[in-house]
């Protein structure tokens, strides 16, 4: 519970209950799996409305206060302990691209950090939170990762770095580069403009950044992205291979012990499986070490280290997005001192 606010809150990824997801699932309005969730990237955006909505409007209720501040907690905590890189495919569900969370969480830095009115202590600690999370690990992870050139500076994405020619040859085709590029430009210059000093590292990339961003202008190979996909990418990431305690049908039939921890024979489009209620450390440990509807243990799981270029999911991608972050982030580029 946060002791400040008197509540403790996280946004899920779909505003729906279980009883409504059980209601109107034969309608084609249910949840993936009838089970809600966290996504990080979700969560930076809804950080970045109530951000808005307290700049604007001043101090809010101490529910909203609660969740703006716990889903501050939530970004940084993602950034600083490595999950961003570490486990993208559990910390972005739905969004893939991981500059583009980096970019999403700081907006909410460059909003208040440019707000005046920006006073009041909920709005205090999530800059504190933002700051040191996206001008620390945040800000050392984009560097770490920069590329320079004679072209300037970029970001290889994983969209197009594993594709091979007709013959079976790596053959990359670098197809999210600009995407990937300008979303890590506009992280870097929205953490650190409100900032008394900016790095000349930071700068350097910033700027490395413009120019090659300008240099792409009219390459049209590189404009696709993966601003959004399919939960379930990896199979070891699938909901029924996870441990759970709660497990039944919505018809409100539960499930054994022995179906639950042997058989896939229950998993059907009307399975309800998930983690109800928050398990100690040691006794989520013990949970690892069971396997879980057919799926065997999977006590250390490890993000593949082809990483999404070695399994295949649905995914969504938006060129006219690409072009419109490329304007924006030469835009903020541009006008940084």
């Keep these: 519970i946060n002791a400040e606010y008197g509540v403790s809150a996280l946004v899920t990824t779909w505003f729906q209950t279980l009883e409504s997801d059980i209601k109107l699932r034969l309608k084609g309005m249910a949840m993936p799996f009838n089970t809600n969730n966290v996504d990080a990237s979700v969560s930076a955006n809804v950080l970045f409305a109530l951000t808005t909505l307290s700049v604007q409007h001043g101090a809010l209720p101490a ?24 486990h993208p ?14 970019w999403a969480a700081s907006r909410s830095l460059r909003l208040i950090e440019s707000a005046p009115s920006a006073t009041s ?5 999530v800059r504190a939170l933002l700051s040191t999370a996206l001008r620390g690990e945040g800000t050392k992870l984009l560097l770490s990762e ?15 770095a594993a594709d091979r020619s007709v013959l079976g040859y790596l053959s990359p085709s670098h197809e999210g580069d600009v995407f990937t590029t300008a979303t890590a430009a506009l992280a870097l210059v929205d953490s650190w403009s409100g900032a008394t000093a ?21 390459d049209l190979s590189m404009r696709e992205n993966s601003f959004f996909s399919g939960s379930w990418k990896i199979l070891m990431d699938n909901p029924f291979a996870m441990p759970g305690n709660h497990a039944e049908f919505t018809n409100g039939t539960k ?9 896939d024979s229950s998993i059907t489009a009307a399975l309800i499986f998930s983690m109800e209620g928050v398990p100690s450390a040691s006794e989520y440990k013990a949970m690892l070490q069971q396997p879980y509807l057919g799926f065997p243990p999977n006590p250390k799981h490890e993000f593949p280290k082809l990483g999404y270029n070695n399994v295949q999911f649905p995914y ?7 072009d419109a972050f490329s304007l924006l982030a030469l835009t903020k580029c541009a006008k940084l001192a």
């Design 63 to 86: 529910s909203q206060a609660a969740l703006m501040v716990d889903t501050a907690r939530l970004i940084a905590f993602c950034i600083e302990r490595g999950v961003a890189t570490a």
């Design 89 to 102: 495919d559990m910390a972005f569900l739905y969004y893939p691209a991981r500059n583009f969370f980096m």
């Design 121 to 125: 202590a909920p709005l205090a600690e």
């Design 146 to 160: 920069v590329v320079h050139s004679a072209d300037g500076a970029h970001w290889a994405g994983w969209l197009g």
């Design 198 to 218: 900016i790095p000349a590292d930071v700068k350097a990339a910033i700027r490395g950044a413009e120019k090659w961003l300008v240099s792409k202008v009219d």
């Design 255 to 263: 499930l054994t012990q022995h179906q639950l921890h042997t058989s």
């Design 316 to 322: 969504w991608s938006s060129p006219p997005l690409t």
